[in-house]
């Protein structure tokens, strides 16, 4: 493991140190220290990545859509968005 200090440590090891070091500061578990060591191997940093939400739509802008693409199917999904935003 990528470990907290001057060499690799444990995962124990790590939290130990920090709790040690950090009295002051809520204390960190094991299973906290192992998701952040696995974001830092996947993406490289430990930085907050923010979510991707899914827009919510409601029963009428989906009718809409709906009735857009049956008069014609072959509709960009742009020309449907500014259409119903302007509506």
Do not use: W
């Not at 907290?4 to 960190?28: I, K, M, N, S, W």
């Not at 192992?34 to 009718?63: C, F, N, W």
Request: contains cysteine.
């Amino acid at each position: 493991m990528i470990g907290y200090g001057d060499r690799a440590r444990t995962q124990c090891e790590v939290v130990r140190l920090f709790r040690e070091t950090h009295p002051d500061l809520p204390p960190l578990n094991q299973g906290t220290i192992s998701k952040i060591e696995a974001q830092y191997r996947e993406m490289g940093h430990v930085r907050k990545v923010p979510s991707k939400r899914q827009a919510v739509v409601d029963d009428d802008t989906k009718l809409n859509l709906l009735l857009a693409l049956g008069e014609n199917p072959f509709t960009p999904a742009r020309q449907l968005a500014r259409d119903n935003s302007r509506s």
